[in-house]
Nanobody, 125 residues
């Protein structure tokens, strides 16, 4: 059974950092394009970042570029989202996602097939 299990949410002060993790079971990240999306209250879900399945190429939304970093640990079969210099406008429910189509990370329009449970990240003083 394919499953994505997330960890690492919670509250943080502006300017702080958080690292989100997403552990996969039932498949390996090498087979999937992987990404992170978020949804803030009253707003539509937006793509935050993605990474190709067998290449190191990544994409980031302009709003997080230079502050967020997506990475992957093949040995742990886990994907991470390191979030630095957090702002209040980063407050949202963050979810990891996986697409069956490999190496399809060019922009936010990744056809994700599987989703993690989503975790709230609140940036507030």
């Amino acid at each position: 059974q394919l499953q994505l299990v997330e960890a690492g949410g919670g509250g943080v002060q502006p300017g702080g950092s958080r690292r989100r993790s997403c552990a996969a079971s039932g498949f390996t990240w090498k087979e999937k394009t992987v990404g992170w999306v978020r949804q803030a209250p009253g707003k539509e879900r937006e793509g935050v970042s993605c990474m190709r399945s067998t290449e190191a190429r990544t994409w980031y939304a302009d709003s997080v570029k230079g502050r967020f970093t997506i990475s992957r640990d093949y040995a742990e079969n886990t994907v991470y989202l390191q979030m630095n210099s957090l702002k209040a406008e980063d407050t949202a429910v963050y979810s990891c996602a996986a697409a069956n189509i490999a190496n399809v990370c060019y922009d936010s329009r990744v056809p994700f097939n599987y989703w993690g449970q989503g975790t709230q990240v609140t940036v507030s003083s």
